[in-house]
């Protein structure tokens, strides 16, 4: 006789469903681990050191790679500037990790919603702040979580100078230019005589 006969009806579901749901753990255990995230967090030089962090957010290597960027608008201020359109991490658990194209926005929310990836952004930002503005002190802004926080940077207006100038005015000048200069009529030599 099993043990589970012994116990009644109510008992014997109960010890089936427990004995269900521990199988279906350890058989979801068993999952390869490319088929898991890793959540790994290093550092992915964009152009400069400190400029870039990976975050492997996806089974097989895949995640984001977001840019750091500094704003020293306000005298004696380094601080992050934010965009939420990061690039995608290919090959982020391999030895030669890359970033091609764009993540979608919910996933770089995702990502900033982890305190790990949060402090990994501060440091990151604090060594770039150190590096574009050693004289500044580094103040620190958190990452949008939403895409009602992102707020579009604002950039100074064109002035005339900074225009490009009309291209038929620029053609006519060429073609000017480019004119043989007119000769003067020939004088009438004085000594001919």
């Known amino acids: 006789m ?3 006969r012994r116990l009644p009806p109510l008992g014997r579901a109960l010890a089936t469903a427990l004995a ?12 390869p681990a490319h088929r898991h ?11 400069l050191p400190h400029d870039g962090l990976a975050v492997v957010s996806q089974p097989d290597g895949y995640g ?6 500094t704003d020293t608008r306000q005298s004696g201020r380094c601080q992050p500037r934010w965009s939420a359109d990061a690039a995608r991490l ?3 658990n391999g030895s030669a990790p890359f970033s091609s194209g764009l993540a979608p926005r919910e996933e770089f929310f995702q990502a900033v919603a982890r305190a790990d990836v949060r402090r990994a952004l501060r440091e990151q930002s604090e060594a770039l702040c150190r590096e574009r503005a050693p ?3 580094f103040s620190w802004v958190e990452p949008p979580r939403t895409a009602q926080e992102i707020k579009p940077a ?6 005339q100078p900074d225009l490009l100038s009309d291209p038929n005015a620029v053609l006519e000048q060429e073609e000017r230019l480019l004119q043989p200069a007119p000769t003067a009529p020939a004088q009438p030599d004085a000594n001919s005589d």
């Open 90 to 92: 290919f090959n982020g």
């Open 37 to 47: 995230a890793t959540w790994a967090i290093f550092p992915l030089q964009r152009r």
């Open 2 to 4: 099993t043990p589970f």
């Open 154 to 159: 604002p950039y100074p207006l064109l002035e």
């Open 64 to 69: 984001l790679h977001i840019w750091i960027d």
């Open 135 to 137: 004289r500044s002190s």
């Open 20 to 31: 269900t749901g521990l199988g279906a753990s350890v058989l979801s255990a068993c999952v």
